[in-house]
Each structure stands twice: as structure tokens, then as C-alpha cells.
């Protein structure tokens, strides 16, 4: 029978919310598992993430937080992909995988990725804090 599995796992320390700029610290960790069969044929992806969050710091202005506009911080990532594939006459499957770094620096992501082949890199602006 065709499915979708979702599980995943958040562990998120959020310190000084009673200071001028708050920080997240912490992990989250989530499968998605997709089985689709029909007639003859059936295909399994299997989906992994994982993110470290390291001191993210986030600004208070004018008495509220700015929601997504990091000060700082940094976020390591690693998606996987695993899928197989099969039917009357045929089967098979792969993987890939990435890993990422996101750096913050005031309201700037510079991003790498790599996947084992080849490594980008990008910047942009995410947000732009305001000012106080």
C-alpha cells in the first residue's frame, strides 16, 4: 500500500528572551519515508535532514522580536536521498547527499553546499534588521 511516514525530532534551547537579542541553540532531525506502489511496480524514497542551529542571535527592536532576521549564528545541514525502484522487469535505486553550512552576519546568508562532486557558494540578504 502507498504511504508517507513522516518522524522527526526538535531540541531547541532558546536563551536571553528577556535581553536586547535572543539566541537558538539546538537540533532538529526529521526521515521522511515514501513507498508508492502500483500495479507491477514499486518505489521507496527515503529522505533524511538534519540541522544543527549554533548561536543564533536574534534582535529585539522597538520592543518585539524581529522574526528571521538573524544578527549571527550558523546552521550545519545534511540532507540524504535513498530510493529504490522495482517491477516485473526491472530494479534498481541510488542516493545523493548534501551538506551545507549557512553563516549569518546581519541579516547576510553566505551559503556552501556540496554534494561530494562540486561545491557552490552563494550570498544574499535574507532580511534587513532594523534599526533601533
Not at 531540541?11 to 508508492?36: K, R
Not at 521507496?44 to 542551529?53: D, E
Not at 554534494?115 to 557558494?121: A, E, M, P, Y
Request: proline share 3%.
Amino acid at each position: 500500500m502507498s504511504h508517507t511516514d513522516f518522524t522527526g525530532r526538535n531540541d531547541f534551547e532558546i536563551s536571553n528572551l528577556d535581553q536586547p537579542i535572543a539566541t537558538i541553540n539546538g537540533a532538529t532531525s526529521n526521515t521522511v519515508e515514501a513507498v508508492y506502489i502500483a500495479g507491477d511496480t514499486m518505489m521507496t524514497n527515503m529522505y533524511g535532514f538534519a540541522i544543527q542551529v549554533t548561536n543564533l542571535r536574534i534582535p529585539k527592536v522597538t520592543g518585539h522580536w524581529v522574526t528571521g532576521c538573524p544578527q549571527s549564528g550558523r546552521l550545519n545541514i545534511i540532507l540524504s536521498h535513498v530510493y529504490n525502484w522495482e517491477n516485473d522487469v526491472t530494479f534498481g535505486g541510488g542516493s545523493a547527499g548534501w551538506t551545507a553550512v549557512v553563516t549569518f552576519n546581519n541579516g547576510t546568508a553566505t551559503i556552501t553546499a556540496d554534494n561530494g562532486d562540486q561545491t557552490w557558494r552563494y550570498e544574499c540578504e535574507v532580511c534587513t534588521i532594523p534599526t533601533t
